[in-house]
């Protein structure tokens, strides 16, 4: 968390804009729609495709359908880009879709002869759908679609692109036919509302509907869904069908799963408005504290930060001597006092250097178990998630549930993912926090170290201000969390951050701006959220260095909202 981000994160911003500025109309395919791209899975591998400076390759694995997938490296000089010319018909439009994989990975098409159009995702370690329109011109016949990286960013991946439209002459596009019936149903972890599901992708599927006993309650882009709403110990059957613009698929081979009897809660005793502060587990030149230091404006203390081990998924944590404990029951004593004064203490996992991969059943598996195993040994109420380097939300949300079966319903579980992971529904961190809504206790987002970001409104706001906080929240107000999974979070102090420092009069009214309709900027929200839980801050450390000046001022504000 403690760290100045690149500068691609305001080049990012201002691309997001653009990108987020296109209507993704929805449109229904007629029977001479077909796939106009060709070789549009790469088997025959980079035949029709036309990469940049050598950049582009095919590879066996991963793939999303069928035996190949193209593989783009950009340099520091070059996206990576591969195009193709595809013929299409005047005053046509078509729907523009790829399977991608990787870190800002971007798909678009110029020469419409109207609006050229791009979308793009900041990042995923599994398959993601990208997917956007475009309308040709009176005298257009040929569009280029593409698909690229970012500058020095790693390897991204692209597979199953189709440009559904009208048949604009060129040949060799692929008529859209049903999918296939998805194999390979299978139920994961069951918490006492929700049963996480996955199958094995479908080739020419571009969604899927997910049934339980029987009635349609899902639509998904990708092959894994978590179903919510569920009552406790009771047995589900669940069927999933694969569609596109040709229709349905047949219902796949059922499968059953119950739900557990008691787990969930996202909260334990936290109250419904509460600050959360990060106690640093080192010594980078702030104060250095015991928790016992910690001020009780503080309701949650998130310890930074627990360490990867050679196992995927799997963490550990060590007592940094810098701090001062004499021996870990010492420091097992101060937590065990915290919560006897009705605080909760939960374990970080990531932070700036931290790289904990969740990626696979196993990693999962590995980090609910270790999670929950360091929970015993310690005391800790739950966890936080910061992995500022990418996740996968499919097994995140996998490892989280586990875990919340295993610790029941007082779990504590945060999340503090960066701005430019909350921008769309569609990104990773955000889909995470929506699969586990329902044993998520907040997301306090870091309103720092970002840049110019979109608000709620489609408008671009500059860090350092009250609406930068309130406009960007009103992102994940209305995109899916409730009011009392929202915080704000913020440096304690200008050395707590590279760049976003705001006074604490400006958090206070950004406060008092959601939760009241007051003290707010030129964004106002269309209504308030009295709810709210709350705010953060990285880190009590810094807090101390500066006096405590951000909790004392932010602290009983918080503790006064309605």
């Not at 729907?95 to 678009?108: A, D, I, K, P």
Request: net charge neutral; glycine share 12%; charged share 10%.
């Amino acid at each position: 968390m403690d760290r100045a981000r690149r500068w691609i994160k305001g080049a990012l911003a201002v691309t997001a804009a653009a990108a987020l500025g296109v209507t993704a109309l929805a449109t229904t395919a007629q029977a001479a729609d077909i796939n106009v791209a060709k070789n549009a899975g790469f088997e025959s591998d980079l035949n029709n495709w036309t990469c940049s400076a050598g950049t582009g390759s095919v590879v066996g694995s991963p793939v999303h359908g069928g035996a190949k997938a193209l593989k783009g490296t950009p340099t520091a000089q070059d996206t990576a880009q591969c195009s193709q010319a595809v013929a299409v018909k005047p005053n046509s439009t078509y729907t523009l879709s790829s399977w991608v994989q990787g870190s800002y990975v971007y798909l678009g098409a110029s020469g419409t002869g109207t609006t050229d159009v791009s979308t793009w995702t900041p990042g995923s370690s599994g398959w993601q759908q990208l997917s956007t329109t475009f309308t040709t011109g009176a005298n257009t016949t040929s569009v280029t679609v593409y698909t690229h990286g970012w500058y020095g960013q790693s390897a991204y991946y692209a597979d199953d692109v189709s440009v559904l439209g009208p048949d604009g002459g060129g040949g060799g596009g692929d008529p859209v036919v049903i999918p296939a019936v998805p194999a390979g149903l299978a139920a994961g972890t069951a918490t006492s509302s929700s049963v996480d599901l996955s199958w094995n992708p479908v080739s020419g599927a571009t969604g899927y509907n997910v049934y339980r006993d029987g009635s349609k309650v899902a639509s998904v882009s990708g092959a894994s869904a978590t179903v919510t709403g569920l009552a406790a110990a009771t047995s589900y059957s669940f069927q999933v069908s694969a569609t596109n613009s040709a229709g349905e698929s047949a219902k796949s081979a059922a499968v059953t799963a119950r739900t557990a009897t008691s787990g969930g809660g996202g909260g334990g005793t936290v109250p419904k408005h509460a600050v959360t502060g990060y106690w640093q587990n080192f010594n980078n030149g702030a104060t250095v504290q015991k928790l016992r230091d910690v001020p009780s404006q503080y309701d949650i203390i998130a310890v930074s930060f627990a360490d990867a081990t050679s196992t995927p998924g799997q963490i550990s944590f060590t007592l940094d001597p810098a701090v001062g404990y004499a021996s870990a029951a010492d420091f097992k004593a101060d937590i065990a006092a915290k919560q006897a004064a009705g605080k909760s203490v939960i374990l970080s996992v990531g932070g700036e250097k931290g790289s904990v991969s969740v990626n696979s059943d196993a990693s999962a598996t590995a980090f609910a178990d270790s999670a929950y195993s360091l929970m015993q040994q310690y005391g800790f109420d739950g966890v936080d998630i910061d992995l500022e380097n990418g996740l996968n939300s499919t097994y995140m949300s996998k490892a989280l549930h586990q875990l919340s079966a295993k610790a029941g319903a007082k779990l504590v579980l945060t999340m503090a993912p960066q701005t430019i992971d909350m921008q769309s529904t569609s990104g990773e961190y955000f889909k995470t926090a929506l699969n586990v809504k329902d044993i998520l206790t907040v997301v306090n987002m870091q309103y720092y170290n970002s840049g110019s970001m979109l608000g709620c409104d489609g408008k671009v706001y500059s860090q350092g201000s009250v609406d930068f906080l309130t406009a960007l929240a009103c992102i994940q107000l209305e995109g899916g969390l409730d009011p009392s999974q929202v915080g704000l979070g913020v440096p304690a102090s200008t050395r707590g951050a590279g760049s976003g420092y705001v006074d604490p009069s400006v958090v206070n009214n950004a406060l008092d701006c959601l939760t009241r309709g007051t003290g707010c900027g030129s964004f106002k929200p269309a209504r308030t959220y009295p709810g709210l839980r709350g705010a953060m801050t990285w880190s009590t450390n810094w807090d101390a260095t500066a006096g405590n000046a951000w909790s004392n001022s932010v602290g009983p504000k918080v503790h006064s909202l309605p």
